[in-house]
């Protein structure tokens, strides 16, 4: 599993700085778990990517129409697929019903709403009005609108409840597991809901959607637990709790886990991070003689090799993994690194570049290839891998610097120099802001 940070990969605010949890295994997973649910509500699962946030706390979001953001704490709190799935058929909603487009322009409402409010403040205060006047117009201006726009969102809120339910029975899933997480909220609040204001929160408070979502399920009837969705929750899960919880912790529990090759993976994990070689690669193989060719397992097992620096059988592992899943961008990438550890950056050049065309946005990649074309005398290449990486980080100054470079080395008019004008044009629109 690989921990990344990008400060500017999505559009919303509150996704900047985020650390990422990218893995190939967990993100195929949590695909399986939200296919039937995009397809029930008119969405692609090509199109819509499930991210993980390295974040405790219990949330999920979106902020445009192709990622549905997850909170790690979340995927580890739950306790069934249903639970998960119902958050996802929620932010589902959010994209198919076009809340994000509405959801922007009621903020851009709320802002001038609130500028209006600003400026007659303003007024009163240059006629010479009481100062605690003018003051008082600006925050009540400023309230107004925010009030207002949390009663948008607040409508949005309680309309993805009603068509989450929706989608859930259209995917023929047990629509409980929403009255599952929304308990799980409810037990979460911090603050007693009897003393919060209703109409200054962006969420209908708990106890009003657990009685709607009760009411929703019953009415929509009962659903089935898939057992397919539920062994891919139980590897979701695993995989992060393996690597989020202490060693100590998951050799202790994993005798409870129903599922022998998830059981053995996170036992692997857990050894791994202990250092302890041996014991790691008897579990994941033992793991992948449960479930044979599988390449996440595999992915995992390369992972395991690289970091123990054992450079030539992890080459040989993630080239099994990625004959096995040749589309698939972080195997990829780890195929590229193990090449580079073991000394062949044309072949490390080769791999990057492909994980690179399918997926732009992991830095690490970017990282990697910078390296390797240094290593082959590409300094041009280099400067641009590096100022990509810099811009998917937020560091635009640094981006700015090395695109540059890039730019005064590369062909005028080539692919290569056109990228490296994309992240200086990134960067001026960055200083202007």
């Known amino acids: 599993m690989a921990v990344l940070l990008?400060?500017?990969?999505?559009?919303?605010?509150?996704?900047?700085?985020?650390?990422?949890?990218?893995?190939?295994d967990m993100e195929y997973a949590l695909g399986q778990l939200a296919a039937p649910i995009l397809t029930a509500a008119g969405l692609s699962p090509s199109q819509v990517q499930i991210v993980v946030l390295d974040d405790?706390?219990?949330?999920?979001?979106?902020?445009?129409?192709?990622?549905?953001?997850?909170?790690?704490?979340?995927i580890m709190k739950v306790e069934s697929a249903a639970a998960l799935q119902a958050v996802i058929a929620h932010e589902a909603a959010h994209i198919a019903n076009g809340h994000?487009?509405?959801?922007?322009?009621?903020?851009?409402?709320?802002?001038?709403?609130?500028?209006?409010?600003?400026?007659?403040?303003?007024?009163?205060?240059?006629?010479?009005?009481?100062?605690?006047?003018?003051?008082?117009?600006?925050?009540?201006?400023?309230?107004?609108?925010?009030?207002?726009?949390f009663s948008h969102t607040r409508a949005e809120e309680s309309s993805a409840d009603i068509a989450s339910i929706r989608y859930l029975k259209r995917a023929g899933l047990d629509p409980q597991g929403a009255v599952e997480v929304i308990?799980?909220?409810?037990?979460?609040?911090?603050?007693?809901?009897?003393?919060?204001?209703?109409?200054?929160?962006?969420?209908?408070?708990?106890?009003?959607?657990?009685?709607?979502?009760?009411?929703?399920?019953?009415?929509?009837?009962?659903?089935?637990?898939?057992?397919?969705?539920?062994?891919?929750?139980?590897?979701?899960?695993?995989?992060l709790s393996a690597f989020k919880r202490a060693p100590s912790w998951t050799l202790r529990r994993s005798g409870s886990v129903p599922y022998k090759d998830v059981r053995l993976m996170q036992e692997a994990v857990a050894w791994h991070r202990q250092s302890n070689l041996k014991k790691a690669l008897a579990a994941i193989d033992g793991a992948i003689a449960t479930r044979p060719g599988d390449p996440f397992l595999l992915d995992l097992k390369g992972q395991i090799l690289l970091e123990s620096r054992r450079f030539g059988p992890a080459v040989q592992v993630y080239e099994a993994a990625a004959?096995?899943?040749?589309?698939?961008?972080?195997?990829?990438?780890?195929?590229?690194?193990?090449?580079?550890?073991?000394?062949?950056?044309?072949?490390?050049?080769?791999?990057?570049?492909?994980?690179?065309?399918?997926?732009?946005?992991?830095?690490g990649v970017l990282r990697d290839?910078?390296?390797?074309?240094?290593?082959?005398?590409?300094n041009?290449?280099?400067?641009?891998?590096t100022a990509e990486r810099y811009a998917l980080l937020g560091r635009l100054e640094d981006a700015e610097l090395h695109a540059r470079r890039a730019a005064d080395q590369l062909p005028r008019g080539s692919a290569p120099w056109?990228?490296?004008?994309?992240?200086?044009?990134?960067a001026k629109q960055a200083k202007r802001r």
């Open 369 to 378: 290839l910078g390296v390797t074309y240094a290593k082959l005398g590409n």
């Open 100 to 149: 994000i487009t509405r959801r922007l322009g009621n903020m851009r409402s709320a802002r001038s709403a609130a500028g209006m409010g600003m400026l007659l403040a303003l007024a009163t205060g240059l006629a010479g009005a009481d100062p605690s006047l003018a003051a008082g117009i600006a925050f009540g201006s400023q309230s107004s609108a925010q009030r207002r726009l």
């Open 6 to 24: 990008a400060a500017t990969l999505f559009l919303a605010q509150p996704v900047r700085a985020a650390t990422f949890l990218r893995d190939a």
């Open 56 to 74: 405790n706390s219990l949330n999920a979001f979106v902020a445009d129409a192709r990622h549905i953001f997850l909170h790690s704490g979340l």
């Open 183 to 239: 308990r799980i909220f409810a037990n979460q609040v911090s603050l007693a809901e009897s003393r919060l204001d209703p109409y200054a929160v962006t969420h209908p408070l708990s106890r009003d959607r657990l009685r709607a979502l009760e009411a929703l399920a019953v009415a929509a009837g009962p659903g089935k637990r898939s057992p397919e969705g539920e062994y891919w929750f139980a590897r979701a899960r695993g995989k």
């Open 418 to 426: 056109q990228r490296a004008q994309d992240v200086l044009s990134a």
């Open 323 to 363: 004959s096995r899943a040749p589309r698939e961008p972080l195997i990829l990438g780890g195929l590229g690194r193990a090449r580079l550890a073991a000394g062949d950056p044309r072949g490390a050049l080769k791999a990057l570049e492909a994980a690179r065309g399918r997926d732009f946005s992991d830095p």
């Open 380 to 385: 041009a290449m280099a400067s641009l891998a």
